[in-house]
């Protein structure tokens, strides 16, 4: 702060000074993936993030496929270290934009069904890995595993580069709050049920902080952990179980 008055011009630090911690979202999902962020390249990173995965999460499988774009490096990871072929069993459409921060599930679901389309070649027959980079809702986990499915998938078994995705962020990114996110309420089984998964498996905590050389105390992993680096008044958080839309959408 640089204060001018009749003495002259004189400059304080009204704020005590703190170590930054930034977004860890920004190597998973919001970061381009040519981007040097943080003295990290995204690419590397999320590749990273994928060896780690196939690591933890080990599946016998015929073939490895993204969820196009943002999750096609970590897919590229998981099917070197994991020694199973990397295919584009799903093609995007790059006229549609994020579905998962449209604000209503209406125009998620269209843009889902109009965003994504799969290549039953390459799919029919298949133990296929999907790789995406986070489930929020899971609505849209739901629908493109029945997608892969109807494709001719004989198994399909999820895989996401990041941990369960349990908290929101007050930071200025747009994320649903906390009811709405299907991991602030469901184990991880009953996720893998809802979106009819043969096999689910998160990115450990521990591997997402070792893909990018980092501790948890160098960045803010508050929508995974619920540990914001800044204090925030008592929020009214809305614990209402999702179990009723589980068991609607199951049926």
């Known amino acids: 702060m640089i204060v001018v008055d009749k003495n002259g011009m004189n400059s304080f630090f009204p704020f005590k000074k703190v170590a930054p911690t930034p977004c860890i979202f ?13 003295g990290k390249n995204v690419y590397q990173v999320r590749k990273e993030q994928g060896r780690q995965l196939a ?14 774009d943002s999750g096609v490096p970590a897919a590229l990871g998981y099917a070197e270290e994991s020694g199973i072929p990397f295919e584009l069993g799903l093609i995007r459409n790059h006229y549609v934009g994020r579905t998962f921060i449209e604000p ?3 125009i998620r679901h269209f843009g889902v069904k109009i965003k994504l389309n799969p290549v039953r070649e390459v799919l029919k027959g298949k133990r296929v890995v999907v ?12 629908k493109i595993v029945k997608m892969v ?11 996401i580069s990041s941990p369960p995705t349990s908290y929101p962020c007050y930071y200025g990114i747009d994320t649903p709050n906390r009811k709405e996110l299907i991991s602030s309420s469901h184990s991880i089984d009953e996720i893998r049920r809802y979106i009819t998964a043969d096999s689910l498996g ?10 990018v050389g980092a501790t948890d105390a160098g960045f803010c992993n508050a929508c995974f952990t619920g540990g914001y680096p800044v204090k925030f008044p008592q929020l009214v958080q809305d614990d209402e179980s999702q179990m009723g839309l589980f068991e609607k959408e199951k049926q």
């Open 131 to 142: 790789i995406d980079d986070s489930i929020v809702r899971g609505t849209t986990s739901r």
């Open 26 to 38: 920004e190597f998973v999902y919001f970061a381009r993936p040519d981007s040097y962020i943080f």
């Open 202 to 211: 998160y990115l450990s905590e521990e591997g997402l902080m070792s893909s």
């Open 149 to 159: 499915r109807n494709a001719g998938a004989s198994e399909v078994h999820v895989r």
């Open 55 to 68: 690591r933890e999460h080990k599946v016998d499988a015929d073939i490895v496929i993204p969820i196009p």
């Open 104 to 106: 209503q599930q209406a």
